[in-house]
């Protein structure tokens, strides 16, 4: 199992998740919606969503899925 983590500096909160197949750029932009359907309303009052990512290997800017998913996840929601 590989911990894949979020974490919420604004409101001191954490969320992990053990996933049972390889972490790639899809896996998180998938774990970061499945987070965004159930703890969004934290952030009601927000206009801004922030995401710091570590650069590693599966969401290094140079890897054109990360960043496309990154980039349609928001209106993907609308």
Not at 12 to 24: E, M, N, P, Q
Not at 40 to 45: E, G, K, T
């Amino acid at each position: 199992m590989t911990p894949v983590g979020l974490v919420l500096l604004a409101l001191d909160a954490r969320f992990l998740y053990g996933l049972t197949s390889k972490v790639s750029s899809d896996c998180l932009v998938d774990c970061l919606a499945r987070w965004w359907e159930v703890g969004h309303d934290r952030l009601d009052h927000s206009t801004t969503l922030v995401i710091n990512l570590d650069h590693g290997l599966e969401n290094q800017s140079r890897r054109t899925q990360c960043m496309q998913r990154m980039v349609e996840w928001p209106t993907a929601l609308a």
